[in-house]
Nanobody, 125 residues
């Protein structure tokens, strides 16, 4: 049974960094599209970053480009999201999601069949 679990969230001051990790069990992340999404209170869920293990491509939302980096650890079967220069507007619950057998990055939520429970990121002084 495929399960995703996020970790690494917490409270950080503006300008700080956090590293989130998405661990997959029951499924290898080869030949998949792994997305990071976030949802802030009162706002719709939005795509943050994506990595396609099939073709190695990555994609970032404009709001995080240059500050966030997503990468895959094949040995650990995880996908990480390194978040630098964090801003208060990055505060949200962050989710990882997977499209099995996917190819090419996208933020189309309905194509991601499995989601983690989320991890809270709070950026505040």
């Amino acid at each position: 049974q495929l399960q995703l679990v996020e970790s690494g969230g917490g409270l950080v001051q503006p300008g700080g960094s956090l590293r989130l990790s998405c661990a997959a069990s029951g499924f290898t992340l080869d030949y998949a599209v792994i997305g990071w999404f976030r949802q802030a209170p009162g706002k719709e869920r939005e795509g943050v970053s994506c990595i396609s293990s099939s073709d190695g491509t990555t994609y970032y939302a404009h709001s995080v480009k240059g500050r966030f980096t997503t990468s895959r650890d094949r040995a650990k079967n995880t996908v990480d999201l390194q978040m630098n220069s964090l801003k208060p507007e990055d505060t949200a619950v962050y989710y990882c999601a997977i499209e099995q057998s996917g190819y090419g990055c996208h933020f189309i939520s309905k194509r991601f069949g499995s989601w983690g429970p989320g991890t809270q990121v709070t950026v505040s002084s």
